[in-house]
């Protein structure tokens, strides 16, 4: 029985709300199901019992095999019940419980039996359990209902059947592909809904074949359809056409007129769809922007909650990228500010700092003030980051910008509101030099009441980088202090790292320093003690880290530039012995890829070795082992670099070959890995004949032939280069693939002794620049830029000539450089009209390199660049440019 309404107390202030289902065990309820199985069927109390199972279920409760297989039984009795309510009810619990292949047989046929009633209620809920329960097997004997029923008259029984399609569609893909006629009519039907469902089935029966896509849109959006529903469905398929096909010959875009006769149509969903499918079409231009602004400013107006909503969500994500475009909409969206909706009046001020100019911060700040408190921190957020946007716009606005962050920061939040805001002040730390100090106190003000150990931790790193930089680094000493008296270990930790910069680089904090270190030798933790020892002995001269002072603060300031997997696997295979451990010895490139090689399907792999259940090994310290093992390469120095495995066969053909450039100062290695996939045959003294007369700074001294090669057996060939020292060689060299070819039994594996020379033609390989750079990353870009000597910095700016976007752009200058994208800066927004890249690596000779990289559209899709290199060595940030010149 349905649980007691829960009274409300008049004389409490808090009020306890109504919960029919308040308390409800699975057991209770389980036992209740026994009403199912009574001789008199009582629809009314059944119904309730069914309801609080599937109450049950959807809140994540399962049943046991048992449990479900009785109540399913019990259910399959109310079928004997006429009642309309009851047996929904029942179509609903039947298609929740997913019976087994077993139990389907059981309800199979008075399924089937509805779905030829002359109700229309029960045949449009049988087809639609049906199309839930049944296997291939069933679906061929219902195949011929469930098409009459596609273009029954009935619009219930019709949209029934076309969203069982849509369902059948992921199990049995070829049956309802054969029902594209009957679905074709019923795109034509008058009632809204079929239309909708079956232009939804049709789409889904055709996406995988983009001309019949393209037809289909063609043909339907000249005016057959006239659901509201449909046509925003239409809507979006027209729109993934026109991102697919481009821009034509004559500048214009298929379909486009059709989304913008769509904004002049009657039904609000309709106009509000085409209107986001416009804003959000790539390369969008302001003159194609602007008639779907004008119908969304109208919105803005509306008397209608969710279209002021909708239409001030989409503006917000076109001042992203088109912030002039949306300015017109300024004086409707500051009339949203005081909506009662809070959502709404959110989005309309995180709009309005992206849209606003300079005189109307002041402004807004206030009206934002009013809110803040009255939004979900996630709102907040959104806001933050906006504020953050407008400071970086009007860096001369950014005291008042900073004072309300500060505000907020203080005020009650979790952890990604406060992250968010404590990022946002971090980042007008580092991009606005004037908001440095203030910034600081904010922060330091804030970790005094800092529940948050990572805030806390990046604020103390934040101050020991920038805190010694400023006019009165002593004023920070306090705040750094306390939280050795007064935190956590982690904090304590970080708090002695922080001291101990600021004792580095301020002489006349040094002895002050000395002192609050000293006083954490007898702290509680062990981290807390060793990092307070260690620092004491550096700063006081005891210990010697490096020869140099530069040394000494690269040591104290310094990013970890090891990726920790590489570490990981160097600690792993390090063997204890007299020789201590050389970090230096760790690789710095990052490897996307183990040992084992990616191949093409078929193929095993063809690298060094395969996969192994010994310790890790990084490929390239498997590639070192591998080549200093053969004597002729012994000599060569260290490898430098191995590039990932190149094919140059197309896959599934009868010999497989890759090759991996190995680069050291003055030799390049190229090693063919190559398989054999012919059964019948035997491959002796195998060789890959190179043509090098594209690659003049090159010499080959050097071919390790492959002895024999069976089937299905991977095998190596080496050619080895002399190349001029420390030089960045380029070249294209054309491979044949010569070999022996012996005749073998597959039965018995006999070979034949008389074998013939053959020869087989490799695609042309390449030898870049980009293989003579090193993918190493950097924690944090601008502190390593700031720590190269700025002597060495190049600046230059290039034009790339046309492109199709400025993502293409940067992937292409990336591509050729070779060097490992920073913090994310590789992603460029949509319809973004600039952009700046930051990149780091080690160039050949061990060479740190940093280059800062701004993009700009200059004309009609004119790509111009500036390119900032900084360097250990002045003459390798000159060659960067030549790099990039040439290519």
Known sequence: MAQPMLKKDDDRDDEVDYHPFFGIEKGAVLQEARVFNDPQIDPRRCSQVITKVLYILNQGDTLTQIEGTEVFFSVTKLFQSKDPGLRRM?????????????????????????????????????????????????????????????????????????????????????????????VQEAVQSRASLVQFHALALLYQIRQHDRLAVTKLVTSLTKG????????????????????????????????????????????????????????????????????????????????????????????NKVAMTHPLAVTNCNIDMESLISDSNRSIATLAITTLLKTGNESSVDRLMKQITNFMADIADEFKIVVVDAIRSLCLKFPLKYRSLMNFLSNILREEGGFEYKKAIVDSIVTLIRDIPEAKEIGLFHLCEFIEDCEFTYLSTQILHLLGNEGPRTSDPSKY?????????????????????????????VDSLKSRIFVLLRRCLFDSDDEVRDRATLYLKVLGGEAVVGETEKETNEFLFGSFDIPLVNLEASLKNYEPSETPFDISSVPREVRSQPLAEKKAPGKKPTGPAGPTSGPVVSAI???????????????????????????????????????????????????????????????????????????????????????????????????????PDGVPAVGKFSNILKFIVKEVDPASGDVDEDGVEDEYQLEDLEVTY??????????????????????????????????????????????????????????????????????????????????????????????????????????????????????
Not at 687 to 709: G, N, Q, W
Not at 854 to 876: C, N, Q, T, W, Y
Not at 877 to 884: A, L, R
């Open 90 to 182: 029942m179509y609903l619990m039947i298609k929740e419980l997913s019976p087994s292949a077993g139990e389907v047989i059981m309800v199979t046929s008075s399924l089937m039996k509805d779905m030829n009633s002359k109700t229309d209620m029960y045949r449009a809920n049988a087809i639609r359990v049906l199309s839930r329960i049944i296997d291939g097997t069933i679906l061929a004997q219902i195949e011929r209902y469930l098409k009459q029923a596609i273009v029954d008259k009935n619009p219930v029984v019709a949209s029934a059947a076309l969203v069982s399609g849509i369902h059948l569609l992921q199990t049995s893909p070829e049956v309802v592909k054969r029902w594209s006629n009957e």
């Open 224 to 315: 057959s359809v006239r659901s509201p529903l449909a046509q925003c469905l239409l809507i979006r398929y027209a729109s993934q056409v026109i991102r697919e096909s481009g821009v034509n010959q004559a500048g214009e875009r298929p379909h486009f007129d059709y989304l913008e006769s769509c904004l002049r149509h009657k039904a609000e969903m309709v106009i509000l769809e085409a209107a986001r499918a416009i804003t959000e079409l790539s390369g969008v231009t302001s003159r194609e922007l602007t008639p779907a602004i004008t119908v969304l400013q109208l919105f803005l107006s509306s008397s209608k909650p969710v279209l002021r909503f909708a239409a001030v969500r989409t503006l």
């Open 477 to 505: 000493i306090r705040y750094v202090y306390n939280r050795v008296i007064l935190e956590n270990a982690t904090v304590r930790a970080a708090a002695v790292s922080t001291l101990a910069k600021f004792g580095a680089l």
């Open 621 to 723: 310290d498997a590639y070192e082992k591998l080549l200093s093992s053969i004597p002729e390469f012994a000599a060569f120095g260290k490898l430098f670099k191995s590039s990932a495995p190149v094919e140059l066969t197309e896959a599934e053909t009868e010999y497989a070959v890759s090759v991996v450039k190995h680069i050291y100062d003055g030799h390049v290695i190229l090693q063919f890995n190559c398989s054999n996939t012919i059964p019948e045959q035997l491959l002796e003294n195998v060789t890959v004949l190179i043509d090098a007369s594209e690659a003049e700074d090159f010499a080959e001294v050097y071919t390790k032939p492959l002895r024999s090669l069976p089937y299905d057996s991977p095998g190596q060939t080496f050619v080895a280069f002399e190349k």
């Open 770 to 887: 980009a293989d003579y750079m090193l993918k190493v990353p950097v924690s944090n870009f601008r502190n390593a830029w700031e720590g190269m000597d700025p002597e060495s910095e190049r600046v230059d700016e290039y034009g790339l000539g046309a492109r199709e976007s400025l993502a293409e752009a940067v992937n292409a200058v990336i591509s050729i450089l070779g060097m490992h994208p920073c913090e994310g800066t590789e992603v460029v927004p949509n319809n973004s009209r600039s952009h700046t890249c930051l990149l780091s690596g080690v160039f050949i000779g061990n060479v740190k390199v940093l280059v800062r990289l701004s993009f700009g559209i200059s004309g009609p899709k004119e790509v111009a660049m500036k390119l900032a290199v900084r360097s250990d060595d002045p003459d390798v940030s000159d060659k960067i440019h030549e790099i990039v010149a040439s290519g």
